[in-house]
Structure formats: structure tokens, C-alpha cells
DNA sequence: ATGAAAGCGCTAACAT
DNA sequence: ATGTTAGCGCTTTCAT
């Protein structure tokens, strides 16, 4: 039919008989069929985005760039988590994917072989996010986790700090808090240090894991010097529990978290953190999707830099210990 | 084919033939076209889910409830963000609709006209969440703000505070936080009490705003003995602040907030604030669509009471001012 | 500028 | 237990 023409602005259509489409249309609630509109086109203006979590503060961010720049076009991001499962990523990359989405974001370059043989067939670009340790399927924007580790190792080194702990998040998928702790050791062992003592966790409010786990360790190993945590929302708890118990930060004591969430514009003072650029990640991904990126829009990779903020919690070069 | 019948194990078919078909997916790494499978069949195994925001701790919840929920079912959540502006509710809302889910998950019981009027004409199950003061347009679950803001009020002048400042969010779309305070305002009144005070603030971090808010209305109303904000997160940053300078908690101010998130638990320490029951409104919204809600599955309405933790920050009974 | 017809890749109903 | 057929509601192409 015609109206088909007009519904899609396309074709020559006259004046009059859009008018009347239009208001027809209006008048009878009519809301096209996109099941139909796809099959019959063979395409799908739908970009799968599948993350570990919404739980965080930091995919939710990557989302919000994301979305800034698909508002822009004819695409919508449709949103899969899987936990940290692989089993579930695959399950939701199945679904995802038997839509036919016009691409595909997916945090992370760790795949089960059945999910990368799907990413790998989908005829569609892919966009793996946050991580640039690895070889990608298609396209790669990220930052590079394990160096993020070792430039923070050697921001303490250089601030005068030796004694150090880590506290971190007990996720065997989670492999970019993975990257970060060898790339950190990796940076302890060039000034012929090591980790002194560690500690990890899962579930539960992360502020509160973070006070408790921060109180445990400085009861069981009183010397460390310095506290490095998988993520800032530890690393508030922690900062929290030290100003109550009068610890002398960051002369005493230094600390350190990683992401810069905005969370941490809040409190008393400034936590020591690395920015994981997680919206302008959002944002590169969706461009090279939606073919806007300069790079273009197959086998890019870019990695993003990571900005070291020191805060109040590391000591600065003048300052004594 | 009788490949069909296979891949959606139906009908009768031999092992053997069983076997083969499987095997050669798996090897031509074949994922079935949705698309064509839901055009033909008419239905869709999606569930829209629309919410005004995923960077607060509130939505995310809701949506583990929902997801919780539809994984035991073969349903799938697809969620839509509308940064609490009803144009974009309606485009979210209408580009949904053409895929023709399930069911849908709405946030929130206002709507613009041309939204209710989709809602309406759906034919598949609406469920709208969080608030439950309005007129559903088929199911709705969630508690009254109206009743928690007045509630609050009543434990508030029950602890014998009387000089009121309120501290909240400028969000004219915000419905939700908009019945709190005029609920909360309505339980003043019943003691011939008024809001002495009030402040809001859009964007930013929210424990910053928090942290800003309170030091700028304590400076401007100095004999408020109470502070009352929209949501925990500008709470925990006014918490924070008061601790900071040694105010005497509760017993020269006292403080609550509202939500009940997680993050509370690990603040120094506990903010009085009313649970907002987002989990199990989330569970109960997704078994309403799924049809295992022993409420049933059409013109559900469930009112959920949320439960007020005192915590720290209001003064018992004994305490004295 | 508009209409007619084929067909997208499946499912459902009906053969065999 | 397996094969056959007619659509699902659009888009596309070709005709008028």
C-alpha cells in the first residue's frame, strides 16, 4: 500500500494523501509491526549492549553514553547482563542475536568459544568494551586494565609507600579487577616489592565491605602503609572508616580505589582513583556501530587513557610521611 | 521442516532425526531468525520494562526483582530509559510496542495522553510500578509516597521534632518524590506544623549536593531541628557533612531520608530512612505478566508497605534533646 | 503519484 | 514420525 510510503517518508507521495494517512493512522491508535517491517527489510534498527551488571556505578555510565549518541540516529540499544556468568552472556547473546540487531556492544574480550563463534558469525560489527588486554572479535575501545595496575604501583611507589595491601572483589570472571591486581603487582615487583597482605570479597553492600575489610586487615597486618582497593566504592568504606578512627591519611596511611565515580565527590575528602573513561567508551562504541566514528566503523581499536587522580589520599611529592 | 519442531521441541520426533538436526546447528552455527519465528506465531517472548533512570540505586533493583523473576520463565526483559521526560517515555513506549512484547512494565502512574492511550490499546498485560497513588490503566504495584512522606512526618514530630527543613530533588517529573514531600507536608499539618525550610538542586553528585544543601539551609535556618531528604543518597551526604562538624546527631538535628539503599549500611552510621520495597516490586510486577501471580493477571492492584528503620538519626523514645 | 505482487523465514494446521 | 502448505504484516520492485 501507500501507506507504508508514507509511514517511512519515503517515495513521492502527495499532500493530500499523507494528510489523510496520518490522521487515519492517528485516529485508530495504529502502531506499525516492526516484526514485519524487519523481516520483510532485513533490517533492525537494534544494537544489542550486553554488560556483567547494572549494579555498579559504572555501567549504568557506559549506558548513558551509549544512549547520548544513538539518540542521534535510528538505532535503540537494547540492554542484556549476565552476572559475570559466562553461561549467561551466551544465553543472551543467543537471544540478542536471533533478533538480528544491526550490532552488537559487549563488555569485555573474555568468551566462552561458543559466544565468540557466535560473535564471530554475526555478519553484524561488534564492539567489545572496557578492556583492551586481549585480541578482539571486530572492533575494541577500552582502556588497558592491566597497565591502569601497574601506573597506580608506581604512583605509590613514588609517593614513598611500601608496605601495601589489596582489597578487592572475589569474581573469578571479573577479569578486569583481575588485570588491575597483576599489572599492580606487576608494578610492586620493579621496585622489588610485593603485595604484603590481601583480601577479597563478594555480595553484600560494597561501603560496608569495604569498612570491614579495610578494619580486618589493618588488625591482622598493622605495618602496611598503603591500601589499594579493586574499586572505589570499597575504597570510600575504607576512607570512611579511617577518618572515624583518627588514622593519619595519607601520611600514615595511603589509599587508593579505581573507576572515579561521582560518588566520591561526596565524601570528606578526595579518594586517590584512576577515571576508567567509561562514558566516552559508551560513546566511541555506539559511534563505530552507528558508522559515525572517524575510525570507522570494522576493526578499530582504540585504547582510551586512563587519568591518575591523586586526590587527598596519596601523599604528594613535599609531603612528609 | 521438521527442523521446526526440533529446535522448539515439539511435536513428535525420532532421536535419530532429533540428533542430526542438532548437530547440524550447531555446526553451521545457526541461530534461529526471532523475527520471522514471532511474525509468524504472534507472540513475543519480551517484556518491556520502562523506568525514568538506571544511574540512582533504585531502578536497578527493580529490574533484579523482574529479572529474578522472568528467568525462571521464558520471557526476556528489554528496558527502556526515559530520563523522567513523558516525550520520551512516549517514544520509548511506542518503539516497544511495535515489537510487540509480552507485556509491559511502566514506571510511575502519570502518563501523557497519547501514552495511556498506547497503554490502553495494547491488548498484552501493563503493569505499572513504584506508586500506587493514581488510576492504573490495568495492574499496578508499588506503595504510597503520599503515605510514606506522611508517615515519616508522624515519626518525625513523634520523636518531638518540630523546626523542619526539606531537602529534595527539582524534578517536576518526578511524581513519586512530589507526593513524598506533599505527604510529608500533610503530616506536619495534622500538629499545626509547616515546613520551615526547603531546598532543591538538579544534576551533580548527589552525596555532593547533599553535603552542599545542608551546610547552605543550616546556615540560613540555623534553628532547624530536623532535616528531611527526598532520597538516601543527599541524606548519606548531609549525614556525612553533620558528622563532620561534630553536630550532635540526633540529638540537636535529626535527619532522614528515604529508599533504603544498600549503601547506607556502611556509613558511619544509620540513616533513618523507609524502605521502598523496590525488589519485590519488582518481583511481583514480572509474575503478574508472567501469569504465576497468584493475584492473577489482569487488573492486579497491590499496595506495598514500606517499613520505617529509625536508625541513628532520629532520637527514640528515651533520648533526650 | 499510486497500485499490485512477491516474498522475508518462520509456525501452524493439515496431509501423508 | 515426517512432509506440505498457507499465511504472519510488512517492504520492495515493478507496473500503471
Redesign the interface.
Known amino acids: 500500500m501507500t501507506v507504508s510510503r508514507v509511514l517511512r517518508n519515503r517515495g513521492d507521495v502527495s499532500k493530500a494523501t499523507r494528510e489523510k494517512v496520518l490522521s487515519a493512522a492517528k485516529a485508530l ?1 495504529y ?6 517491517g ?2 520483510a527489510s532485513q533490517r ?1 534498527n537494534l544494537v544489542g549492549v550486553i554488560i556483567p551488571s ?2 555498579n ?1 559504572v555501567f ?2 557506559v ?2 553514553g551509549i ?1 547520548a549518541v544513538l539518540d542521534e540516529t535510528p538505532l ?1 540499544p ?2 542484556g ?1 549476565t552476572n559475570y556468568r559466562p553461561e549467561k552472556e551466551e544465553r543472551v547473546l ?2 540478542m ?4 540487531p544491526s550490532g552488537v556492544i559487549i563488555a569485555g574480550v573474555e568468551h566462552s568459544a561458543a559466544s565468540r ?2 560473535l564471530e ?2 555478519g553484524i560489527p561488534i564492539v567489545e568494551i572496557m578492556d583492551v588486554d586481549g585480541e578482539p572479535v571486530d572492533s575494541m575501545v577500552g582502556i588497558s586494565h592491566r597497565r591502569a595496575g601497574l601506573e597506580m604501583a608506581r604512583a605509590i611507589i613514588a609517593a614513598g609507600y611500601s608496605r601495601i595491601g589489596f582489597l578487592g572483589t572475589k569474581m573469578p570472571d571479573d577479569h578486569r579487577a583481575r588485570k588491575r591486581m597483576e599489572g599492580f603487582e606487576e608494578g610492586l615487583a620493579e621496585a622489588g616489592l610485593a603485595l604484603e597482605d590481601r583480601e577479597f570479597y563478594s555480595g ?8 570491614e575489610m579495610t578494619e580486618a586487615m589493618l588488625a591482622r597486618s598493622p605495618d602496611l602503609d598503603f591500601l589499594y582497593y579493586s574499586n572505589d566504592m570499597i575504597g ?2 575504607g576512607l ?1 572508616w579511617c577518618l ?1 578512627k583518627g588514622i593519619d591519611v595519607p601520611g600514615r596511611l595511603g589509599l587508593a580505589g579505581f573507576n572515579g565515580v ?2 566520591l ?4 575528602c578526595q579518594l586517590a582513583t584512576m577515571d576508567a573513561c567509561r562514558r566516552e567508551i559508551g560513546r566511541k562504541a555506539a559511534e563505530i556501530i552507528a558508522g559515525t566514528a572517524p575510525e570507522g566503523a570494522a576493526g578499530v581499536r582504540l585504547e582510551l587513557t586512563p587519568r591518575l587522580e591523586l586526590g587527598d589520599t596519596i601523599r604528594k611529592p613535599g609531603q612528609t610521611a
Chains 1, 2 share one sequence.
Open positions: 491508535g502502531v506499525p509491526n516492526k516484526i514485519a524487519a523481516l533492525v547494572l549494579s556505578m549504568p555510565e549506558l548513558a544512549s535503540q537494547v540492554v547482563v543467543y537471544e542475536l536471533s533478533w538480528r563463534a557466535m558469525n554475526a553484600g553492600s560494597a561501603l560496608l565491605k569495604g569498612r570510600a568504606g570512611l572515624e561521582e560518588l565527590d561526596g565524601l570528606p
